[in-house]
């Protein structure tokens, strides 16, 4: 099993940065993907942006040259990745849930991010 824990959500206003952290626990070993994905009120979840363990990298339409993903890294027990998000944008509010794909497919709680205009 893989466990998922997100922080650094918060209040931001537009034109605002905010970063993104995951970090997983449990069986990383399994882990070769890990990303961003968010879910707006009312709307269907989607993807933000999603690594591999090779370095592959890909985005929304919507928050490309925006937003950066990092890639996979081993701290420890843990993978990490970070999510910065600059140029924030009112309809960047969401719960940015984080994921990790492998032998397991985990999601993480969620944590708000909200835009103000």
């Known amino acids: 099993q893989v466990q998922l824990v997100e922080s650094g959500g918060g209040l931001v206003q537009a034109g605002g940065s905010l970063r993104l952290s995951c970090a997983a626990s449990g069986s990383i070993f399994s882990i070769n993907a890990m990303g961003w994905y968010r879910q707006a009120p009312g709307k269907q979840r989607e993807l933000v942006a999603r690594?591999?363990?090779?370095?592959?990298?890909?985005?929304?339409d919507s928050v490309k040259g925006r937003f950066t993903i990092s890639g996979i890294t081993r701290v420890n027990a843990k993978k990490i990745i970070y999510l910065q998000m600059n140029s924030l944008k009112p309809e960047d509010t969401a719960v940015y849930y984080c994921?990790?794909?492998?032998?397991?497919?985990?999601w993480g709680q969620g944590t708000q991010v909200t835009v103000s205009s």
């Open positions: 690594t591999t363990s090779g370095g592959y990298t890909n985005y929304a």
């Open positions: 994921n990790a794909d492998g032998n397991y497919n985990a």
